[in-house]
Nanobody
């Protein structure tokens, strides 16, 4: 059974950092397109950062460029999102998602088939 489990969320102050983890089971992560998405209260889900399985190309939303980094540890079958937090606008539930398509629209949520349950990130001073 294919499963994605996120962890690492919590309360963080502006200027702090968090590392989110997404552990995969039931499939090999490096053969799937992987993405991190987030949804803030009252807002639509948005793609934050994604990796293309075919060539490893990465995408970052403009709002997180230079602050967030996505990377995989294939030995642990886990994808991470390293976040340098600057403002409360990063507060959201963060989800990881995966899809086996080789050709995929990076960080377009409707293109991703498998989703984790989400982990809450709250930014507050």
């Amino acid at each position: 059974q294919l499963q994605l489990v996120e962890s690492g969320g919590g309360l963080v102050q502006p200027g702090g950092s968090l590392r989110l983890s997404c552990a995969a089971s039931g499939f090999t992560l490096d053969s799937y397109a992987i993405g991190w998405f987030r949804q803030a209260p009252g807002k639509e889900r948005e793609g934050v950062s994604c990796i293309n399985s075919r060539d490893g190309r990465k995408y970052y939303a403009d709002s997180v460029k230079g602050r967030f980094t996505i990377f995989r540890d294939n030995a642990k079958n886990t994808v991470y999102l390293q976040m340098n937090i600057q403002n409360p606008e990063d507060t959201a539930v963060y989800y990881c998602a995966a899809d086996p398509k080789q050709l995929i629209r990076l960080c377009i949520s409707s293109d991703y088939k498998y989703w984790g349950q989400g982990t809450q990130v709250t930014v507050s001073s």
